[in-house]
């Protein structure tokens, strides 16, 4: 039986307490346009489809809207505190208990009451988000269903008014993927990233030039894996305006025309851990 179907009161607790955790993201999330990257609410629907295996994914948001890629870093977060629990050689489980201050703490944001609000409205939107996938292997299709957060049980202190813990139930395909360690960790300056352009780039860099020194896509290609709505004219502004600032975290990116490459308009993305090629650039700007 899928442990999405047992009762919450049935899962063991798994307390989120681990102080320098490093935030993860599970592989399937980081390839494919899931989160919102919209800054306004974005009530809907999204299908994506890949030509190339047949799979197709539908996004279905409710009234409060899809969930956005900044409302990810309370999965990133829990992703981070299992994967390290389970390296320590602690228990684990999909059901789990996080410290609101905590969280927002380790992921740079600030501890004031607006804060606190903003988590309720990020569980709303991904427990209000529902993903369809359908995948084909052989003569077999399966079809499946998921929200990013299952259940929640958010608690505040009525004294204060200040919301104190949360306890989620993470849906057993992402459960599962942290458990298999079909994750990435993240750089610590991802949570510093404010813009969503920049935060899906950085997703897909990591995702792709992992274990490479670089690695290039099409224009065309990267917009599909944004899936953003507006015109590919505006993606391409805001791709550019990326490569001018270089504000990826770990990489450099370097936007090519159709004339430059001899075939399609494409970005180029270099591993730079240590920052030589952004101040290359910069060096070279003042000269």
Not at 27 to 44: A, G, N, R, W
Request: proline share 2%; with cysteine.
């Amino acid at each position: 039986m899928s442990s999405d179907l047992v009762s919450s009161e049935q899962l063991e607790l798994f307390v989120a307490n681990i102080i320098d955790a490093a935030p993860k993201g599970d592989t399937q999330s980081m390839e494919f346009p899931l989160f919102s990257i919209s800054s306004k609410v974005d009530t809907d629907s999204y299908v994506y489809h890949n030509k190339k295996t047949g799979a197709s994914i539908e996004i279905i948001p409710n009234e409060k809207g899809r969930a956005t890629i900044h409302d990810k870093d309370l999965l990133l977060y829990c992703f981070g505190q299992i994967a390290e629990a389970k390296n320590r050689g602690q228990a684990i489980g999909q059901k789990i208990h996080v410290t609101l201050y905590d969280y927002l703490k380790s992921t740079n944001k600030n501890t004031d009451g607006k804060s606190y609000k903003a988590v309720l409205e990020s569980l709303k939107r991904l427990a209000g988000t529902t993903v369809y996938t359908t995948t084909r292997q052989g003569n077999s299709k399966r079809d499946k269903g998921f929200s990013f957060v299952s259940d929640y049980d958010l608690i505040t202190d009525e004294k204060t008014g200040r919301m104190k813990y949360v306890e989620l139930i993470l849906p057993s395909i992402l459960f599962d993927a942290v458990s298999n360690n079909q994750i990435l960790t993240y750089s610590s300056q991802y949570f510093s990233l404010r813009s969503p352009y920049d935060r899906r780039l950085y997703e897909l860099c990591r995702k792709h030039c992992g274990n490479q020194t670089q690695w290039e896509i099409g224009l065309e290609n990267l917009y599909n894996k944004f899936g953003v709505k507006s015109p590919i004219r505006e993606f391409r502004r805001k791709i550019k305006e990326i490569e001018k600032k270089q504000s990826i975290p770990d990489y450099f990116i370097m936007y090519c025309t159709a004339k430059t490459t001899g075939t399609v308009e494409k970005i180029i993305v270099f591993k730079d851990k240590n920052g030589r090629l952004k101040s290359d650039k910069k060096a070279m700007e003042i000269n």
